[in-house]
């Protein structure tokens, strides 16, 4: 890869993981709810699941889905249904405190198995491929994903550290109740391209 191609990926790779989705409103809510320490798992597994993901998903996998289309439709309803079921979670949480002390963030395990049912990580990882290395082998989409993850670390960090310090104000539990409910809708707004995609 040129270093013109790189630094290239390295932008897009940037904005996109900078723009709000699925992950960065999960981060953020885990943020407020259980602070930066306990979202690193969460943050972690995000970055490496999308890796290993990148990856796979270049080196041929994206194939099997073309050959096999009912595959992409069963991805669509369990990325609906997941995160349906994760906006539930969110707008349900309970006190900051409360939360920090009884619940549970998101572990890395199951941060990086969300990616395979996040539709902003499937467009994201296929535009990655398509247009940065198509027919790449091993070498070229490992230096990829790393370059990509790199580029997310600032991303994931910033949205944590965002939940985090807005944890300062949601001590009073009208403030919680509406923080939670908004990132709830906004995680179950983030769906409407996965259900009414651009024509």
Not at 125 to 154: K, Q, R
Not at 174 to 185: E, I, P
Request: a positive charge; hydrophobic letters at 60%; aromatic letters at 12%.
């Amino acid at each position: 890869m040129t270093s013109d191609i790189l630094s290239a990926l390295a932008l897009f790779a940037f904005i996109t993981s900078m723009t709000p989705g699925p992950n960065n409103l999960m981060l953020m809510a885990s943020g407020a709810n259980y602070g930066f320490a306990r979202t690193v798992p969460h943050m972690l597994g995000i970055t490496f699941g999308f890796m290993a993901m990148l990856v796979l998903v270049g080196l041929g996998l994206i194939r099997v889905f073309d050959a096999f289309p009912v595959i992409y439709t069963v991805l669509k309803v369990l990325s609906v249904l997941y995160l349906l079921f994760l906006a539930y979670k969110i707008a349900t949480a309970g006190p900051a405190q409360q939360a920090a002390a009884a619940g549970r963030p998101m572990s890395f395990l199951q941060a990086a198995g969300f990616q395979w049912v996040n539709p902003k990580a499937w467009a994201f990882a296929l535009s990655i491929i398509t247009i940065y290395v198509p027919n790449a082998d091993f070498g070229p989409l490992l230096i990829t994903a790393c370059v990509v993850a790199l580029m997310a670390f600032p991303s994931v960090t910033l949205w944590t550290v965002l939940g985090k310090e807005m944890a300062r104000f949601l001590t009073n539990p009208r403030r919680l109740r509406v923080f939670n409910w908004t990132m709830a809708a906004l995680l179950v707004a983030s769906l409407l391209p996965v259900l009414w995609p651009a024509t």
